[in-house]
C-alpha cells in the first residue's frame, strides 16, 4: 500500500485557520486537517485539528501536536 500524502491546501473556515492538508491514501481523500492558528484555540493554537475523517478514519476530538503524530495516528487508524 502506498504511503500518506498530504497536499497543501487553504482551507476557507472562517476565521484564521485556513493551513490545511489533504491527506490522501493511494490518490483517495482519508481525511481534511487544518492548523489551529487562530488565538481562540489557546494552548492548542498551531496544532493540528482532523476536521474531517472517511473511510476507516474515526473522528478526533483533540488536537495533534504535528503532522508527525497526525500520520502516526492515521496508520495506526487504518491498519498500515
Do not use: Y
Not at 484564521?16 to 487544518?34: C, K
Not at 473511510?55 to 495533534?64: D, K, N, W, Y
Amino acid at each position: 500500500m502506498a504511503p500518506l500524502t498530504f497536499q497543501p491546501i487553504p482551507v476557507r473556515t472562517g476565521c484564521q485557520d485556513q493551513n490545511g492538508r489533504l491527506v490522501l491514501l493511494d490518490g483517495e481523500l482519508i481525511a481534511v486537517l487544518v492548523r489551529l492558528d487562530d488565538a481562540i484555540h489557546g494552548q492548542d493554537q498551531g496544532k493540528w485539528f482532523l476536521e474531517a475523517g472517511f473511510s476507516l478514519v474515526s473522528l478526533r476530538t483533540h488536537p495533534f501536536d504535528d503532522l508527525d503524530e497526525a500520520k502516526a495516528w492515521l496508520e495506526a487508524q487504518l491498519d498500515l
